[in-house]
């Protein structure tokens, strides 16, 4: 080659000089487990779908969720949202506002009329549900997905079960329910109405059926022994709440006593206050920080007027009145009787004290075991019957629709494993995305934005929604306030700011790769990336 | 503000890239297509703060100058580490001589390129604080003084790291070098001493003076592609941590250059015909111990027989330099109204 005058080499490149032989450690690229998906009783990938969101892709992220739940609608109003409890963002300023975002996501699929496939051959197994409630319907659908061949059978002349006859609609609209349930409806599944199943096993062997999914959850109101005068008027808030969702709610007079603390007993005051009761007050033995209620219901029950009565039982009822004992609370938090009574004005009684399983229609069938009124079962959410499944309400865990529909889904994916005769085998759960493992410099501040509210005033007025959606500009705002914790979002940090080129962008979508041959390990892009998605390991020697 | 602040766009205008932003809105670094000036294979440190801000700068000229770029480089880490003959990790047009002579080297080469009729390619000089602060700095301010089409860029790692970590006039009070080391009353580097040089070029009422660190590399793109809408001289002070010579983890280099900024240590300005005309305002004031504490070279500040009078002292040049640039002025608080 013809070199220059006094130039004796060709230049080189440093490319030739492998830097990677300097490194002692090595930067890797990880995923971690999202605070908000762990804390998801439904078991959403929130992350996911709110990084799908962020960009405008709203259909991909609605079958991002129904790929988990095929509720997205209805859990953006009554999930009680645990995920915006979990959220690393509530640390920075305030929890970005999912459940705000799923219910914007839920509505749009609906008013666009988006569905979802079924893609599965057909099985040619037939599973029975029974229950048309959260649990039951979320179990069909997943199942029906699979390719399995599923009948709903519940006692009620509507499907929804508590969705439809715990909830009042002025938090979940009725047409938001039918649309939801209807598009599970149809994929294919079988409603069988009207027709309460008395024994599990005569129903399966009746029917052909190759598995059952329990699902009946928990309708009787519990009761407790209040002495009561012949005229007094005592209603359970189950049977309230089912006659106001029928169209036919009862007569509750002016002044109405709500006995219990649950989310049940603030939809009946609620309630009572909706149907014209001036007073609802809300007996409740323990304090505030004891109280079962979510948060969120009680303030939003104290807001429209209702009034609580902290540390107070009720111990007698008579015609108008009733009468109160104050309580105090022993060193072991629980409630004492005090001897100091007072009468309350009371037209109505309404009993909030919790709910019972009615579980008659297992007493054929061997090793089913019942404990402290729920029936047991193992984390395939299988009873001591050989396929035979239960979840929702009536097993022991939380009591949410939430919860209920993350059971479905789970017992979906067991009884599908069951079924093949194989057993299911759940992802290996990713280390935990903390707060300590992002850099939240990188994150500009930006508040939640506010669902707006019907005014207080209005509200109790009648049975209309009163928490109002967002619209997609405030929506896709809200979805961006993700921090994506502890996975990768393509911010090209570890890209840019690496001082000897090592890191190469695979494209969009397909986040990047370390060159190995020229990575020092000094760990900047570690130190730098705002969302904890890459770890130093040790080399091997 | 020189930089266009990103809000919303799930993280702010600090990140490199952004998919939500389209793709003229993101850095140059961001950019898979960038120049890579300077290619992987150098030997610079792990962690080294003044090979990621030359490609940064050289990066950012290429784009603004539609690649018609030559640079010129002083001795120094930058010479050494990406060229030890007959290799180089340089992908441009790139020349050595001197450690003295680099902003004369430039004068040269757009003296040679204007007789050539050749106004479209453009010319970078560029060296550390020691070429630069101190034995370049005669050709320096003759640079600016004739006003030679050059953009010189100085990468202030506050010392001679090439050599073995010797006080430059660059070298901050307190500091401990191989040659200011923390013995006697006062130990590490004396106050009083040194020079600003962005302030020096000020003086000289040059078209475009500028200073820039690591920590915010769209701050730092801007101010190169602003410089080069100018002719004539034109300055630029990158600050360039040194995990070597500080005594830091190499992956705190981003992160110290931060601190340097948000403690007031380091302000950040552009200044146009000797007036200044911008200054990055600081979200929240560091108390500069945070940004010391991490540095060995201020090692003796802390531990056992602890120096607060020293920090104080410190703290009191961090206070004067918020007051003297408006480094704190408050910025409303973004609200939900500024929503895209």
């Not at chain 2, 940064?56 to 690649?67: G, V």
């Amino acid at each position: 080659m013809e070199l220059p005058f006094a130039i004796t080499l060709d230049v080189g490149s440093s490319l030739a000089n492998h830097t990677g032989s300097w490194r002692t450690e090595r930067p890797v690229y990880v995923n971690r487990l999202a605070p908000c998906n762990q804390a998801c009783p439904a078991g959403e990938d929130i992350q996911g779908w709110l990084y799908d969101a962020e960009d405008g892709g709203y259909r991909a992220a609605w079958e991002r969720i129904m790929a988990d739940n095929p509720f997205p609608a209805i859990m953006g109003r009554i999930c009680y949202r645990p995920c915006q409890t979990a959220c690393n963002r509530g640390t920075l300023d305030e929890a970005v506002g999912i459940n705000s975002v799923e219910r914007f996501l839920g509505d749009e699929a609906i008013r666009s009329g988006w569905t979802v496939p079924v893609d599965a051959e057909p099985t040619g197994r037939r599973v029975l549900v029974v229950g048309a409630g959260p649990a039951g319907l979320s179990t069909a659908y997943h199942l029906t997905r699979l390719g399995h061949q599923v009948t709903v059978r519940d006692a009620g002349d509507k499907p929804g079960g508590m969705m439809r006859y715990g909830i009042p609609k002025y938090r979940l609209p009725r047409e938001v329910l039918d649309a939801e349930v209807g598009r599970i409806l149809d994929l294919g599944v079988r409603l069988e109405l009207g027709q309460r199943v008395d024994d599990v096993l005569a129903a399966r062997d009746e029917g052909g059926f190759d598995a059952v999914f329990l699902a009946v959850g928990a309708q009787i109101g519990h009761r407790a022994y209040i002495p009561a005068g012949d005229s007094a008027r005592i209603l359970d808030a189950v049977s309230l709440l089912r006659d106001v969702a029928d169209g036919e709610p009862p007569q509750l007079g002016r002044r109405v006593v709500v006995y219990g603390g649950g989310n049940t007993a603030m939809d009946a005051a609620r309630s009572a206050k909706r149907l014209g009761a001036t007073d609802a007050v809300v007996v409740y033995r323990r304090t505030q920080d004891r109280m079962p209620a979510h948060p969120s219901e009680l303030a939003e029950a104290l807001a429209e007027g209702v009034v609580v009565r902290w540390l107070s039982t009720i111990s007698q009822a008579d015609s108008g009145t009733v009468l109160v004992e104050k309580m105090r609370l022993d060193e072991t938090g629980f409630p004492q009787p005090t001897g100091e009574f007072e009468e309350l004005q009371a037209d109505t009684v309404v009993l909030a004290l919790g709910q019972d399983v009615d579980s008659s229609l297992l007493a054929a069938a061997p090793g089913v075991a019942v404990d402290a009124g729920r029936v047991t079962v193992g984390t395939d959410l299988m009873t001591g019957a050989p396929g035979i499944f239960a979840g929702g309400d009536m097993v022991p865990a939380d009591r949410t629709v939430t919860t209920a529909v993350g059971h479905g889904r789970l017992a979906a994916r067991h009884i599908d494993a069951w079924l093949r005769g194989v057993r299911y085998q759940p992802a290996p759960v990713l280390p935990l995305a903390t707060f300590e493992a992002l850099h939240t410099h990188y994150y500009a501040d930006a508040p939640r934005t506010v669902r707006p509210r019907l005014d207080d005033a209005r509200r109790t007025t009648g049975f209309e929604e009163i928490v109002g959606g967002l619209d997609e500009e405030t929506a896709l705002f809200e979805a961006r306030r993700c921090l994506s914790c502890g996975n990768c979002f393509e911010c090209d940090n570890c890209y840019g700011m690496c001082p000897d080129n090592a890191v190469i962008k695979l494209g969009p979508g397909n986040r990047y790769a370390f060159d190995y041959d020229y990575c020092k390990g000094c760990g900047i892009c570690v130190a730098e990336c705002p969302c904890g998605a890459i770890v130093m390991e040790p080399e091997e020697t | 503000m020189p930089v266009q602040p990103i809000k919303f766009y799930q993280s702010g205008s600090f990140v490199v890239g952004n998919r939500l932003l389209d793709p003229d809105q993101r850095s140059v670094q961001a950019d898979p297509n960038r120049t890579n000036s300077l290619n992987s294979g150098h030997r610079a440190c792990q962690g080294c703060g003044e090979a990621l801000g030359a490609r940064y700068a050289l990066d950012a000229a290429m784009r603004a100058t539609n690649n018609q770029l030559i640079a010129v480089n002083a001795t120094g880490c930058l010479e050494v580490f990406s060229t030890p003959y007959p290799e180089t990790s340089w992908q441009i047009p790139w020349l050595h001589s001197l450690f003295g002579n680099a902003p004369a080297v430039s004068t040269g080469v757009a003296a040679a390129l204007k007789a050539k009729g050749r106004t479209d390619v453009r010319v970078v000089g560029q060296g550390g604080d020691g070429g630069t602060v101190d034995i370049g700095f005669a050709c320096l301010s003759g640079m600016f003084e004739r006003n030679d089409d050059v953009l010189y860029i100085c990468y202030d790692n506050e010392a001679y790291m090439n050599t073995g970590v010797q006080r430059s006039g660059s070298t901050p009070p307190a500091a401990t070098t191989m040659t200011t080391q923390a013995v006697g009353p006062e130990p590490g580097n004396r106050f009083g001493q040194g020079k600003n040089v962005p302030l020096i070029a000020m003086a000289h009422e040059i078209p475009y003076v500028a200073t820039a660190t690591v920590a915010d590399l769209r701050d730092l793109e801007y101010k190169v592609r602003r410089a080069m809408e100018f002719r004539g001289a034109r300055y630029l002070h990158v600050f360039v941590p040194c995990p070597l010579g500080w005594g830091t983890a190499s992956c705190d280099t981003i992160r110290i250059a931060r601190l340097a900024v948000h403690t007031g240590l380091f302000p950040v300005f552009e200044a146009e015909h000797g007036e200044v005309v911008d200054v990055t305002r600081i979200p929240r004031q560091v108390p500069v111990a945070e940004y010391l504490r991490p540095q060995r070279r201020y090692r003796h500040l802390f531990g056992a027989s602890p120096r607060p009078d020293v920090v104080a002292r410190i703290q009191q040049i961090a206070d004067r330099n918020i007051r003297r640039f408006g480094l704190l002025a408050a910025e409303p608080a973004p609200t939900a109204q500024e929503a895209p």
